[in-house]
């Protein structure tokens, strides 16, 4: 008697919980709150993940989907999207706050101030750093168009709210990443330029420019330059990882610049991934794939000599699903076999596909914000 009571209190109390804003409201296996605290309410995304986004709250999942958010603004002006302001599912992150931190210019002071997080203003490039792991609440920012890392390797592993802006890093650690997310939520990546020596040598010598896994969560990548390497970005690391990175791994890239890179621009398995106003250029692989079930919509972007530029059925057991929209491609194909229902939950900015590649090469990368 008292152990079905203790079940029957269990369901009760799970049935009554409200789920946080932004957070997971359902979904195929899903076990927590269906419902969202107030002024939220919970929104099917697909099949295994519904979430809580602004609106009268208290409700559970519709039975059918819900109107979908406005449409994005920009139209057919070229220059439209702001430069200096964070969009997309990163959005909410302040890193280490407004002040003027502190300006570093070797690896031992970088570790030091690391260690006391807050702003940290890097100038001039940093050789040799290792692996350095970073705290959260964390501002890494560039110093001028040259500033940053050689030989180095960033990661963020269970921590949150970190903002890197105006980095150029080059050649990672020895076997890493540029930059790796483990279980981080809240990252913004912006300005920054990440490169390798190109599509040369062992392609498993490094691994990616910017790899995000482990549930990683809350993330946007915005007017960056990822150029020649073997591995661009990788988003979600094993076919396996399903129940840990299921409703998470909800990435937004945008005005970024992807060129000489073999594959992964990015490559998503399981999460929601947001591609607009980006340039494509020479990627002889594959450019954006999206794998095990994942919820992909490309717009306003422009590929240019890049094979499969949008893929749902390669690398892995399961495909994923997208949608391409007002994409233009230039002697690039794709390959969708399964179409998205994502729509995004944030309001943003698109520049035509017809103009995205000259403006991202003016506006993405290091010195444009400095």
């Known amino acids: 008697m008292h152990s079905k009571t203790a079940v029957l209190l269990a369901l009760l109390g799970g049935a009554t919980a409200q789920q946080a804003a932004w957070g997971q409201c359902g979904g195929t296996g899903w076990g927590g709150p269906y419902t969202c605290v107030s002024g939220y309410t919970c929104q099917v995304q697909n099949e295994w993940y519904s979430q809580c986004v602004p609106g009268s709250g208290g409700s559970p999942p519709p039975s059918t989907p819900p109107p979908p958010p406005p449409p994005p603004t920009g139209g057919n002006t070229c220059g439209t999207a702001a430069i200096n302001q964070l969009v997309g599912f990163g959005a909410g992150t302040t890193g280490g706050g407004s002040g003027n931190g502190v300006t570093v210019t070797n690896c031992s002071q970088f570790r030091s101030a690391v260690a006391n997080r807050g702003v940290i203003r890097v100038s001039g490039i940093l050789n040799g750093c290792g692996h350095v792991d970073i705290l959260s609440d964390t501002s890494i920012i560039g110093v001028g168009a040259n500033s940053g890392f050689s030989n180095s390797s960033l990661r963020i592993r269970r921590n949150n709210n970190v903002i890197i802006r105006n980095i150029r890093m080059k050649t990672p650690d020895s076997g890493g990443d540029l930059i790796e997310l483990d279980t981080a939520t809240r990252v913004w990546v912006d300005h920054c330029d990440l490169s390798n020596d190109g599509i040369v040598g062992d392609k498993d010598r490094y691994d990616g420019l910017f790899d995000m896994k482990a549930g990683s969560d809350l993330v946007t990548v915005s007017w960056t330059k990822l150029h020649d390497h073997w591995k661009g970005s990788l988003v979600g690391h094993s076919d396996n990882n399903g129940d840990q990175d299921r409703g998470k791994l909800r990435v937004t890239y945008h005005h970024n610049h992807f060129y000489n890179v073999n594959s992964r621009l990015p ?80 309001g943003y900015t698109t520049d035509p596909a017809s103009c995205v590649c000259d403006l991202v090469k003016s506006r993405a990368g290091t010195g444009v914000i400095a």
């Not at 398995?269 to 594959?286: D, I, K, M, Q, W």
């Not at 450019?287 to 490309?298: D, E, I, K, P």
């Open 267 to 346: 490559s998503m398995r399981f999460g929601t991934l947001h591609v607009y106003s980006s340039c494509y250029e020479n990627n002889p692989a594959s450019g954006v794939n999206s794998r095990m079930g994942a919820q992909t919509l490309v717009e306003q972007s422009h590929f240019v000599n890049t094979r499969r530029a949008i893929v749902t059925n390669l690398d892995s057991a399961q495909a994923g699903f997208a949608t391409s929209r007002n994409n233009i491609f230039q002697n690039s194909d794709t390959a969708i076999t399964q179409t998205s229902n994502f729509s995004p939950p944030y």
